[in-house]
């Protein structure tokens, strides 16, 4: 948020449940004790306890009031956030028979997610697989079918994870 006046501020989330009455704020600081980053960086955070049967996606709207001209400002629906699921990597699969990878080899693999939620079905769905080892190349976005509660949906397309030749033999490849 940009304060080129220095004034001071009240910076609220205003939250609201899509398709359902849920409606609520919670405060926002720039204290450094609110997972905002460090004191006056002009990052705000704070947190608000939902319930647990509470699987929907919210809207956020921010409210910032200005406390010396009292000036209150709204930025519809800047952010959105759900607590449906979550989805979580349930399995992978091989496409080839072959599961020993080697320096030079292309693996490629099917991903099976779950949504663990137990109320609401996940719709819309992208899982990304990216590798950060040096010796892989997997840098893959796929989109999966609707989810619901409780059930598993495997990728309709696979995945490739290519491994360097350069690749030092019996290497603990990771993440």
Do not use: W
């Not at 004790?33 to 960086?41: E, N, Y």
Request: aromatic share 10%; charged share 25%.
């Amino acid at each position: 948020m940009e304060n080129p006046e220095k004034h001071s501020y009240s910076v609220h989330a205003l939250i609201q449940g899509d398709g359902t009455a849920f409606q609520d704020s919670v405060e926002l600081f720039d204290d450094g004790l609110h997972g905002d980053g460090v004191a006056a960086d002009n990052l705000y955070g704070g947190s608000k306890a939902l319930s647990v049967s509470d699987e929907a996606i919210y809207g956020v709207t921010l409210r910032t009031t200005d406390l010396e001209s009292d000036i209150t400002t709204l930025n519809y629906f800047s952010s959105y956030f759900t607590t449906i699921g979550p989805v979580v990597l349930d399995n992978f699969t091989y496409e080839s028979s072959d599961t020993i990878p080697n320096p030079g080899d292309r693996l490629d693999i099917y991903l099976t997610l779950k949504n663990n939620g137990s109320i609401e079905t996940v719709i819309n769905i992208k899982a990304s697989l990216v590798s950060l080892d040096p010796f892989l190349d997997a840098k893959y976005n796929r989109t999966f079918d609707d989810i619901a509660a409780g059930e598993k949906v495997t990728s309709k397309s696979k995945y490739r994870i290519t491994i360097s030749k350069d690749c030092p033999e019996n290497s603990n490849i990771s993440e």
